[in-house]
T-cell receptor
Framework: AQTVTQSQPEMSVQEAETVTLSCTYDTSENNYYLFWYKQPPSRQMILVIRQEAYKQQNATENRFSVNFQKAAKSFSLKISDSQLGDTAMYFCACAGFQKLVFGTGTRLLVSP | DSGVTQTPKHLITATGQRVTLRCSPRSGDLSVYWYQQSLDQGLQFLIQYYNGEERAKGNILERFSAQQFPDLHSELNLSSLELGDSALYFC???????????FGPGTRLTVT
């Protein structure tokens, strides 16, 4: 079974600053993937970044990067140079074979 | 654009009625997943189909059913609708690796 925990229901950051969203997970699978999805007010689910568990190097996508600590089962998302368009719900997810489990989400508000 | 399509975008119906939501996966994807997202909630996994067969079940009510057709499109049937069934229903599909899921835009169901 997989579980994903996001302990920060809401976070705020000012434009151009950096913010880190936390996520911990648990899985019994040896091969799994971790994802961060963004859900803006339009409610579309948008994949932000993915991390393959067998890769030690942390994934990076432009202003988004992760801190993947496999032993600690931690997978945090860092957003640099925050922009107003980053305002959204952010969901952490863990994917085993054919099964994707989501956390409860963190609502991020970016203010001018 | 994820390549996953869902129709209709919006649906308003009355309690006790039955509706059908439709999903077309990305070209070549064999797996289809259905999720329910109530207001300000995370995503709840309902059911998964793989190449026409049911593969996994989540928190799906007995009033709900789904199927995947030979052309791989899927339908989610919701019957005896209640006010609490009002939610955003997402379809997702995955390819051969069955780890990364691509989400459609969702169908917003309102039960009055």
């Amino acid at each position: 079974a997989q579980t994903v925990t996001q302990s920060q229901p809401e976070m705020s950051v000012q434009e151009a600053e950096t913010v880190t969203l936390s996520c911990t997970y648990d899985t019994s699978e040896n091969n799994y993937y971790l994802f961060w999805y963004k859900q803006p007010p339009s409610r579309q689910m948008i994949l932000v970044i993915r991390q393959e568990a067998y890769k030690q190097q942390n994934a990076t996508e432009n202003r988004f990067s992760v801190n993947f600590q496999k032993a600690a089962k931690s997978f945090s998302l860092k957003i640099s140079d925050s922009q107003l368009g980053d305002t959204a719900m952010y969901f952490c997810a863990c994917a085993g074979f054919q099964k994707l489990v989501f956390g409860t989400g963190t609502r991020l508000l970016v203010s001018p | 654009d994820s390549g996953v399509t869902q129709t209709p975008k919006h649906l308003i119906t009355a309690t006790g009625q039955r509706v059908t939501l439709r999903c077309s996966p990305r070209s070549g994807d064999l797996s289809v997943y259905w999720y329910q997202q109530s207001l300000d909630q995370g995503l709840q996994f309902l059911i998964q189909y793989y190449n026409g067969e049911e593969r996994a079940k989540g928190n799906i009510l007995e009033r709900f059913s789904a199927q995947q057709f030979p052309d791989l499109h899927s339908e989610l049937n919701l019957s005896s609708l209640e006010l609490g069934d009002s939610a955003l229903y997402f379809c997702a599909s995955s390819g051969k690796d069955n780890y990364e899921q691509y989400f459609g835009p969702g169908t917003r169901l309102t039960v009055t």
